[in-house]
Nanobody, 116 residues
């Protein structure tokens, strides 16, 4: 079974930066679209960013221009570089794999807290 483990979360001040990492175990990592989602307190889980196996990216409007998703298939890693962080970015961030029709594997999440 595929296992995804996020790391890199923490407490930062507004305007700061963090880089989240997602390490994937399992076979054929390189063929799957990978995504980042987040869930803030009292809110539903929301899409943040995704990257296809060819490197095409999509971003939620709320993070466009501030966050960058990337991947290193040789290391089975997906990253989310987060710059110019805002308090509204506070959430648990999840890494997920897309099977082609849906996101079917999820990491345990890493907490990002942005203070004013």
């Amino acid at each position: 079974q595929v296992q995804l483990v996020e790391s890199g979360g923490g407490l930062v001040q507004a305007g700061g930066s963090l880089r989240l990492s997602c390490e994937a175990s399992g076979r054929i990592f390189s063929i799957y679209t990978m995504g980042w989602f987040r869930q803030a307190p009292g809110k539903e889980r929301a899409f943040v960013a995704a990257i296809s196996r060819s490197g095409n990216t999509n971003y939620a409007d709320s993070v466009k221009g501030r966050f960058t998703i990337s991947r290193d298939n040789t290391k089975n890693m997906v990253y989310l570089q987060m710059n110019s962080l805002k308090p509204e970015d506070t959430a648990v961030y999840y890494c997920a794999r897309n099977s082609g029709t849906q996101y079917d594997y999820w990491g345990q999440g890493t907490q990002v807290t942005v203070s004013s």
